[in-house]
Structure formats: C-alpha cells, structure tokens
C-alpha cells in the first residue's frame, strides 16, 4: 500500500473540501430578494465566493445601493438563512470522496482550517458523512487570529499531534497559501475552487498548483 510522504493533510473548506457555492448563493439571493435586487449568477457567486457573505451581498448591490442599507443586517440575514439549508445543494468535489478514502485508510489524519465560522463550519461537516473521521476542524473564531496568519495551521497540527513541516495544506485562496507557506507547510493550489478570473496563481508561490481532487490524489500516492 503507497503511504504519503505527509503525516497529514489539511483542508481549506469552502471551494476546496466542499463546492458550498450552490448554498451560499441561495442565502445571498434571497435576501436580495427580500430587497428587491436581482439574483446572482452561478459565475458572480464562484467568483466571489471565498470573500464571505458580506462580498456576496456587495456583488449584488451598485454602490450607492450598499450605501442605501445597512449591509451589517444583510450580511447576518445571509447567514442565518445559510446556517438553516447548509446541505441542500452543496457536496464535495468530484474525486474528494476517493481522496479522503484513501488518506483514512492509511490511517493519515486530515482536517480543516477555515476563515468559516465555528456555527456553520461544525454542523456542515457533520452533515457531509461521505467524508468521515475528520480529526480536526478549525474555524474563523476558534483563535484570535486567522488565515492568512499561520497561528490557525498551527494549532490544528497541535490537535493531531503532527509538525507542521510535514502537513499539507489545500486551498482555493491566496490567504491560504500565505498562511500554509508561513506556517512552514508544503502548499497546494486547489485550481478548482472559488478563484477569481484575474488572479494570476504563480503569484501565490505555492508548491503546487492542482487542477481537481483527483490530481491531488495522483501527486499524493506517487
């Protein structure tokens, strides 16, 4: 059996572990309709996606119109519907499920550092039983600090007991490299998630850059 030249393999969550676009998207536009505004497109939500709620709700709003409410409410709207249809469209990525699978059954732990909240981050995972035994989940207000600092990365390598020199780490997001790459990790573009069309991702100075779950898997089991 092919074993990983990591100890353990870390997750960002949203456009990476998970396609939550489908949810998000739904929460954003309904409370633009609640407004009044036009939905977003399934392009705009992707594109904005991984900049949170408030981003989404801003993608839907001309200037002035942002300036006309008070996005604090908004914001919170969107969130408090989200929270209660958090696994209505989402599911992960085509070949994650076989990713995890393989990592379980060689016993290598694999986890989640995201900027989500711990209220949405904890009970979308436990709804997502294609991908069992997640050893560590941390979120936006388990620490202080957040991604990109690399004080999150860190305390989940704390959690399971591995270096952070030998963790992977997966994300859609440039935060996400930064904080892999400060925390002394190998970094992993994940090239399918939520990235916008004008970034330029050698930018980013990660390790590698993977087109799906399945070409991470590939690279890992070599």
């Given at each position: 059996?092919?074993?990983?030249?990591?100890?353990?393999?870390?997750?960002?969550?949203?456009?990476?572990?998970?396609?939550?676009?489908?949810?998000?998207?739904?929460?954003?536009?309904?409370?633009?309709?609640?407004?009044?505004?036009?939905?977003?497109?399934?392009?705009?939500?992707?594109q904005?996606?991984?900049?949170?709620?408030?981003?989404?709700?801003?993608?839907?709003?001309?200037?002035?119109?942002?300036?006309?409410?008070?996005?604090?409410?908004?914001?919170?709207?969107?969130?408090?519907?989200?929270?209660?249809?958090l696994?209505?469209?989402?599911?992960?990525?085509?070949?994650?499920?076989?990713?995890?699978?393989?990592?379980?059954?060689?016993?290598?732990?694999?986890?989640?550092?995201?900027?989500?909240?711990?209220?949405?981050?904890?009970?979308?995972?436990?709804?997502?039983?294609?991908?069992?035994?997640?050893?560590?989940?941390?979120?936006?207000?388990?620490l202080?600090?957040?991604?990109?600092?690399?004080?999150?990365?860190?305390?989940?390598?704390?959690?399971?007991?591995?270096?952070?020199?030998?963790?992977?780490?997966?994300?859609?997001?440039?935060?996400?490299?930064?904080?892999g790459?400060?925390?002394g990790?190998?970094?992993?573009?994940?090239?399918?998630?939520?990235?916008?069309?004008?970034?330029?991702?050698?930018?980013?100075?990660?390790?590698?850059?993977?087109?799906?779950?399945?070409?991470?898997?590939?690279?890992?089991?070599?």
């Amino acid at each position: 059996m092919t074993q990983s030249r990591f100890a353990a393999v870390l997750f960002d969550l949203d456009g990476t572990l998970l396609d939550t676009a489908p949810d998000l998207g739904a929460a954003a536009n309904h409370v633009l309709a609640q407004i009044g505004k036009a939905p977003l497109s399934d392009f705009v939500i992707r594109q904005t996606a991984s900049d949170g709620a408030l981003a989404l709700i801003k993608a839907g709003l001309s200037e002035t119109e942002q300036a006309q409410h008070d996005l604090t409410v908004l914001r919170q709207q969107l969130l408090d519907h989200y929270a209660q249809h958090l696994y209505i469209g989402t599911r992960p990525y085509d070949g994650m499920v076989e990713l995890i699978t393989w990592l379980n059954n060689r016993a290598i732990p694999w986890g989640v550092v995201t900027n989500k909240p711990a209220f949405l981050t904890d009970p979308l995972l436990a709804l997502v039983t294609e991908l069992p035994n997640c050893a560590v989940a941390v979120s936006a207000d388990t620490l202080p600090l957040r991604k990109p600092h690399p004080e999150p990365l860190w305390h989940a390598c704390e959690q399971i007991g591995v270096a952070a020199k030998d963790c992977l780490y997966v994300g859609d997001h440039i935060r996400d490299i930064e904080a892999g790459r400060n925390a002394g990790m190998t970094t992993a573009i994940a090239a399918w998630g939520y990235i916008a069309e004008n970034e330029h991702l050698t930018d980013w100075l990660a390790d590698v850059e993977m087109a799906d779950p399945h070409s991470l898997l590939a690279w890992l089991s070599r």
